[in-house]
């Protein structure tokens, strides 16, 4: 075990603060600041202040489980429950087909682990039935940037630019609950002059801090966002001449907006007339001003639309691709941004690529060693495939994710899984729904291996391993080796995560999201580095194959010549991968990645301005290819479309899948609190986060308590066309009349899921989490 600090970064949300952790001579681990990165300059929330506690033995599991013939869980060896889940699979693929064989991933997971559980599922079980919950957190942000900017990257931009910007919309985010540190850079926003404005139907912690909040009754964003782009029309505020230079389809979003009179859009939003102006004052006086979206707008059955009128507004304004400027969505989970770039997507290969392009389908082929006609085509998105769990889907792998707590209508969808023929869980502890799996594999966690997030920002980052696992766990990556080989896949499933990474590097280079030019080396030296970062390109006519990094670096800060490691073969291949250690050390040197395939375009996002610190600040080989720096701002010269212009998309308003009605008369809307994270597996085991909060809630408006009689504390059931949950009255003015709300991290009676409705968003399969009609009853104590 070491004794000294080792930087890494939070196992938690998107912001990815860095953290130094410190064994101590007890077996704990202290978490202690590191003022050195960014995005939190020291700050931690609680969750990442505690996030150490998630490492004792007694809070995790550290044998593998496997059920009994009497249906009870019990210790079994690694061998033993490997070889269960390899019989349970490969049973299912014999008997039923590949497709009958399910695998579903998490936005917590490294990227290592995301591509080769990705490779997993179409390599060894050649199944198209893969996806993941960050499905249920930023899709339809993505989708929507993807149409419009031909790229999904939640922030085009560092945080560090807010601050400068002239005025900030802030729509669907309660950050100072979700990512408190990341507040400050909206205090500093005001500081410097700016103005912060919040939607969100409850005046939040965040909401609170706002020159000015808007609270839209639930699941109207899209007509506010309509509405106030109408105002932008009519008072003669838009930028022609970046909307004829910049964008293409100005004329059909035009016409759409200007059937969202204002007075409509009050009627349907519930925000003023007066406000809409105030909201189009404030954002178009500026010379910069932003819009960033998180799951308000997002988890909704038109999420896309929604975040497409958004996107529209900064468009028509001039604002997108402009220093300080722009749209960006916050997304949430810890590897939310890295997870949905490589592969563990239902319709994806790495790098960004798409799973029905020939090309990327011939380019990620090629690197994994396999035909590209044996690899599956795209399969179901992540409700979809809960939902064909027990019928068309007989067996599921299942890691990092706990649906019987976060997937939308959960009691439907932890009866799908209970109805499954076999169920493997990879886990750090024993989650809701890894009670109810055949086989539970315990896994190393954040503070016990190394690999690569990314953040919110697109900034690549690596987590140090900083402790020694406990006996009884193993890695993700080993867990994937192990049953790939008992499944008759010998190579191209490597365990170390280095290893894993100079692959992903080959995999993703000329994809949008393209690494290939990042290093483990460069991420500890830079502090991270945003994609996409292409590998260096050697110029035409020198010799074979790239030259080692560290010698194209020549000159880059402390990376000496030697220590460059030999070159890679320059045919890649799963199975041409030299064998590396098994456990990584920190200051290892990466390996060369090989020759990046010479039809390998970068992605089209626009050179890197003046404003990008480049890393390569010596002074290289004449005939040396430059290292790229990374692209912290994107856009700012061309979008990523093949003309460089961003696309408007004409939208308009529609309702919620379900609005209320006699028998379901409120809405539902549903979030986090500061104190827990996500379905609150690892968060609700620790006493200091449990104590600050300890259960579900409903919070509603004094006068809907009054309606039903209830008092503060009161149990109150809350009822929809899906079932029912019980939880304790919150009674406060800080939510609409007509708006109930409740967080989502608890199982059991207070399970706000059993609530919300899966209603899809046809583009991006988001689920409508945000809102769902229901009644509410009192309760006898
Ligand atoms: Fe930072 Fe998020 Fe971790 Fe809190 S949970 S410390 S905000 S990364």
């Given amino acids: ?128 039935q893969i996806d993941y919950n960050g499905r249920f957190c930023m899709s339809s942000a993505a989708a929507a940037g993807i149409k419009a900017f031909g790229l999904d990257r939640g922030l085009p931009f560092p945080l560090e630019d807010i601050p400068k910007s002239g005025c900030v919309i802030l729509v669907g985010s309660n950050l100072a609950e979700t990512m408190p540190p990341s507040l400050r850079f909206f205090t500093e926003l005001k500081e410097n002059g700016g103005t912060l404005i919040v939607v969100d139907p409850r005046r939040t912690k965040t909401a609170e801090q706002a020159d000015l909040h808007l609270a839209p009754r639930p699941g109207t964003d899209l007509a506010l ?97 402009r220093p300080h400027s722009g749209y960006g969505c916050l997304t949430g989970q810890g590897n939310g941004q890295g997870g949905r770039e490589h592969g563990q997507k239902a319709d994806q290969l790495p790098g960004y690529r798409k799973l029905d392009d020939p090309a990327a389908r011939a380019h990620v082929a090629e690197v994994w060693g396999v035909d590209p006609d044996s690899l599956p085509g795209p399969g179901r998105s992540a409700y979809e495939l809960l939902d064909a769990l027990g019928t068309d889907i007989r067996s599921l792998l299942l890691m990092a994710s706990n649906p019987v707590v976060s997937a939308p209508r959960a009691a439907h969808i932890e009866e799908r899984i209970r109805s499954l023929d076999f169920l493997a869980v990879c886990d750090v502890v024993l989650s809701e729904t890894a009670e109810l799996a055949d086989v539970v594999l315990p896994v190393t966690q954040w503070a016990e291996e190394t690999g690569t997030t990314t953040n919110l920002e697109g900034r690549v980052l690596l987590r140090r391993r900083a402790v020694t696992p406990p006996d009884g766990v193993r890695s993700d990556l080993e867990v994937l080796h192990e049953l790939a080989a008992r499944l008759g896949v010998e190579k191209g499933f490597p365990t170390d995560p280095e290893e894993v990474f100079e692959e992903l590097r080959r995999a993703s280079a000329g994809g949008a999201a393209d690494y290939s030019g990042i290093t483990y080396r460069r991420l500890a030296e830079e502090n991270g580095v945003f994609w996409p970062c292409p590998a260096p390109v050697e110029p035409a006519g020198e010799g074979e194959g790239t030259p080692p990094l560290g010698e194209a670096a020549a000159g880059h800060p402390g990376v000496p010549h030697g220590d460059a490691a ?111 994270y996500q379905s609150g597996a690892q968060t609700r085991r620790v006493a200091e986060l449990n104590a600050a909060a300890p259960g579900p809630f409903v919070e509603l408006h004094p006068r809907l308590a009054a309606r039903l009689g209830a008092a503060e504390g009161d149990p109150v059931a809350v009822v929809s066309r899906r079932g029912r949950a019980v939880a304790p009255a919150r009674i406060t003015h800080a939510i609409r009349p007509d708006t109930v709300f409740m967080p989502f991290h608890w199982p059991g009676e207070g399970r706000a899921n059993t609530l919300t409705n899966p209603a899809l968003d046809p583009t991006s399969r988001m689920p409508e989490f945000k809102t769902c009609a229901v009644r509410l009853e009192a309760v006898e104590r």
């Fill in 566 to 676: 030999p070159a890679h073969p320059s045919t890649p291949g799963s199975d041409a991968t030299p064998a590396r250690p098994s456990t990584p050390r920190d200051d290892a040197t990466p390996a060369n990645t090989g020759t990046p395939r010479d039809d390998a375009t970068p992605a089209n996002t626009g050179t890197p301005r003046d404003d990008a610190t480049p890393a390569n600040t010596g002074t290289p080989r004449d005939d040396a290819p430059a290292v790229h720096p990374g692209t912290p701002r994107l856009f700012l010269d061309r979008f990523a479309t093949p003309d460089g212009r961003a696309r408007f998309v004409p939208v308009s308003h529609r309702a919620t899948a379900e609005e209320p009605d006699d028998e379901y008369p409120v809405l539902l809307t549903t979030g986090r609190v500061v104190a827990q």
């Fill in 1 to 128: 075990m070491q004794n000294t600090a080792t930087p890494t970064h939070c196992p938690y949300c998107a912001l990815q603060c860095g953290m130094n952790l410190t064994p101590a001579p007890d077996g704990t681990v202290e978490v202690s600041e590191r003022a050195d990165f960014p995005v939190n300059r020291g700050a931690l929330c609680g969750k990442g202040r505690t996030a150490a506690a998630v490492l004792a033995p007694g809070v995790r599991l550290t044998s593998p489980l496997v059920r009994d013939v009497g249906g009870t869980l019990v210790p079994a060896s690694w061998d033993e429950a490997l070889g269960r889940i390899a019989a349970g699979l490969g049973r299912t693929r014999a008997q039923h087909g590949p497709d009958a064989v399910g695998v579903f991933g998490g936005g917590g997971l490294t990227n290592e682990k995301a591509y080769t559980l990705g490779k997993f599922a179409r390599v060894v079980l050649g199944t198209s």
């Fill in 225 to 321: 966002a309509l509405g106030l782009l109408h105002l932008v029309i009519a008072e003669g505020r838009v930028d022609e001449e970046y909307v004829q230079e910049r964008t293409v389809g100005w004329e059909d979003a035009r016409a759409a907006a200007m059937a969202h009179w204002p007075e409509y859009v009050e009627r349907i939003t519930g925000v003023s007339v007066p406000q809409l102006r105030e909201t189009v004052r404030l954002f178009c006086e500026p010379e910069s001003a932003m819009v960033l979206t998180a799951r308000g707008p997002e988890q909704q059955s038109k999420g896309t639309d929604t975040v497409g009128a958004w996107i529209n507004l900064c468009l028509a304004t001039g604002r997108a691709g």
